[in-house]
C-alpha cells in the first residue's frame, strides 16, 4: 500500500508570529507516532525554510513552492535545487496553477523543473488540472492527459519517484471544492493513464487531491479509491484546520 501524504502548501503568506505561532501549534497537534502512518509536508517561502526546519516536529518535511530550472548563473530572484537542498527542503511544488498563470510556467518548463529536482533527490510534487473553460467544455480529461504526458516524456532517473497533485483551477481557494463523483473519476483516469506508461510507476507514484480541501470535505475525499493525500492551500495555514485534515488521512 501507498503511504498518504498530506501537504501544506502556505503561498506568499508569513510573517514569523505567525509561523513561530503555527510551528508551536502543529508541534502540539502532531504526536510522534505520526511519521511512521503518513508523511507530512510544508511548502513554505523560501526565506523561512530555515525557521520552519528548525522549529516545526522532525516527523514533518519541508517542501519548496518553486524550483529553478537553472542549474545556477545569472538569473536574478531565482532560487536553484542545490539551495534548496542545502536549506532542508525533501520536497517542491512544481507546475502549481499559479505558477502555470502567473509565472509562465508552461510543458517545457516543467519538464526542466523537475529534472532539475530529481537530479537533487528533491521529490517533485507535480500539480496537474482543468480550468473552468475547460471544465465546462469537456476538454477536462484533455487537459489532464496532456499534462501527464508531458511529465513522463522525461524519462529522468527518479520519475517514479513523483507526486501528482490533481487541483482543478476552478476550486483552488475558492472554498468550493470538486464533487466526489468528478475527484473520484479523474483520480481513476489519472491512476489508468499512469499506469498505461508505465505499470510498475503506477504502483509507486501518489496521486492526492488540492483545491478547497476542509476539515468538511476531507473525509469523505480521502476515502475515495486513488486518492493517496491532499494538497492544502488555505486550511494549512490554520493549526486547527490542518491538524483535522491531518487526523481525517490518519482514520481513513
Ligand atoms: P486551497 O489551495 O486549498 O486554498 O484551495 C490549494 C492549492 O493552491 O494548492
Known amino acids: 500500500m ?8 502556505w503561498k506568499m503568506y508569513g510573517g514569523l508570529p505567525n509561523i513561530k505561532s503555527l510551528c508551536d501549534l502543529l508541534n502540539l497537534g502532531t504526536c510522534d507516532f505520526v511519521g ?14 530555515d ?12 517542501g519548496a513552492q518553486n ?4 542549474n545556477d548563473g545569472a538569473f536574478t530572484g ?24 502567473l509565472f509562465g510556467d508552461n510543458d517545457n518548463v516543467i519538464q526542466k523543473k523537475i529534472i532539475q529536482a530529481l537530479n537533487y533527490n528533491i521529490v517533485p510534487i507535480v500539480c496537474v488540472g482543468e ?8 476538454q477536462s480529461y484533455d487537459a489532464v492527459l496532456k499534462q501527464i504526458t508531458n511529465i513522463f516524456y522525461c524519462s529522468h532517473n527518479g520519475i517514479d519517484n513523483i ?11 475558492t472554498g468550493v471544492a470538486a464533487t466526489l463523483t468528478q475527484i473520484r473519476d479523474m483520480h481513476k483516469f489519472i491512476s489508468f493513464t499512469v499506469k498505461n506508461i508505465n505499470e510498475y510507476f503506477s504502483k509507486k507514484i501518489r496521486i492526492i487531491y488540492g483545491g478547497s480541501l476542509s476539515p468538511c470535505n476531507a473525509m469523505q475525499i480521502f476515502a475515495l479509491d486513488n486518492v493517496d493525500g491532499g494538497l492544502v492551500g488555505n486550511c494549512s495555514l ?3 484546520y490542518f491538524i483535522s485534515i491531518i487526523n481525517k488521512l490518519l482514520l481513513n
Open 78 to 101: 531565482e532560487i536553484s535545487a542545490s539551495m534548496i537542498k542545502e536549506f532542508y527542503c525533501a520536497y517542491t511544488l512544481i507546475g502549481h496553477s499559479e505558477r502555470r498563470m
Open 131 to 138: 480550468t473552468l473553460n475547460q471544465r465546462l467544455n469537456n
Open 36 to 49: 511512521n502512518l503518513l508523511d507530512i509536508v510544508l511548502c513554505v517561502p523560501a526565506p523561512y525554510f
Open 67 to 70: 524550483i529553478s530550472q537553472y
Open 238 to 240: 490554520s493549526s486547527k
Open 51 to 62: 525557521y520552519v526546519r528548525s522549529n516545526v516536529h522532525s516527523n514533518i518535511s519541508i
Open 2 to 9: 501507498k503511504k498518504k501524504i498530506i501537504i501544506g502548501n
Open 163 to 173: 507526486i501528482l497533485a490533481y487541483e482543478p483551477v476552478w476550486t483552488i481557494g
